[in-house]
């Protein structure tokens, strides 16, 4: 008589659980790392941005800056070419305005003013100055004046009893300016004290 064999069935519930992991142990693996090492970096490379962004700015600035100032200087030298381009021909034409005014100081010795040949001086000389006179070419200021060394040129001293010291008592040569510079300095002569006067002041 053979032996029964009993096979056991066990139900789907009771099943041994499976060796792979559960959705929650998934995810619970998945897990990224901690992230502060990453937040760290990307807040240092956003700071270098910043500060690389910044030095930028500042050397733009300073660039336009300086650049702005070379179109100034550029735009002044421009003018001052444009202002004192006739300088040297105004310096040639001035010895002919010296030469004009010795003419009529020697033909007043023996000439009159209305003598046709000084008229014609005069009316010569006139022209002359009106036409230094459109290019801002102006006589310095000297006779009876304080001694300005910037734009008068002692050639001697001479004492005098009626002057202050040091003030310009004769005008050997006049000087001009141009457009307010100094285009010729006047050479003059400058008072000073008699000696008499300055012995009896240094004995006082």
Do not use: C, W
């Amino acid at each position: 008589m053979s032996e029964k064999v009993q096979i056991e069935i066990q139900d789907s519930d009771e099943q041994e659980p499976s060796a792979e992991p559960s959705a929650t142990e998934n995810q619970i693996s998945q897990t990224p790392p901690e992230t502060e090492p990453v937040a760290d970096d990307v807040t240092a490379k956003l700071q270098a941005a910043e500060r690389q962004a910044e030095e930028s700015y500042d050397r733009l600035l300073r660039v336009s800056a300086e650049f702005d100032n070379y179109k100034k200087r550029t735009a002044r030298e421009m003018q001052d070419v444009v202002k004192y381009a006739t300088e040297k021909m105004a310096k040639e034409l001035l010895v002919v305005v010296d030469n004009l005014e010795r003419a009529i100081e020697a033909a007043g010795a023996e000439r009159t003013e209305d003598d046709p040949l000084v008229k014609g001086i005069h009316l010569t000389l006139g022209e002359v100055l009106k036409i230094l006179d459109r290019h801002k070419i102006q006589p310095v200021k000297a006779l009876g004046e304080p001694f300005d060394p910037t734009f008068h040129q002692a050639m001697m001293q001479e004492e005098v009893e009626d002057q202050p010291p040091n003030t310009v008592v004769r005008e050997m040569q006049k000087g001009y300016t141009m457009h307010e510079r100094l285009l010729r300095p006047s050479m003059v002569v400058v008072s000073k004290l008699k000696e008499k006067t300055a012995d009896k002041g240094q004995t006082e």
